[in-house]
């Protein structure tokens, strides 16, 4: 039989998981691309269909970096 104490550590073990720099990182990234893709919609070009965030990020990484560390300081803020 498992036990609380059992429980709270397997919950914590999971936690610590989600607060990594990198596990962190990645859900700011993610946040960021679901507001381009809600604001811009996909992108329809010869049958072929983009979401915003993807081209954003392919065609100009340095432009998409600059606006995803405006987004993240206007979250911050609020």
């Known amino acids: 039989m498992t036990t609380q ?3 709270d550590e397997a919950i914590a073990s999971a936690e610590s ?6 596990s962190i990182a990645f859900a700011k990234r993610m946040q960021f ?3 381009l ?3 811009y ?3 329809e070009i ?8 993807d081209i954003l990020r392919d065609c ?6 600059v ?8 979250m911050e803020n609020e």
């Open 5 to 7: 104490k059992q429980i």
């Open 41 to 43: 919609g996909r992108i």
């Open 33 to 35: 691309e679901d507001y």
């Open 17 to 22: 998981l989600f607060n990594t720099p990198e």
């Open 37 to 39: 893709n809600d604001s």
């Open 60 to 65: 100009d990484p340095i432009a998409f970096r």
């Open 46 to 53: 010869c049958g072929q269909v983009f979401f915003a965030s």
């Open 67 to 74: 606006y995803q560390s405006d987004f993240e300081s206007e």
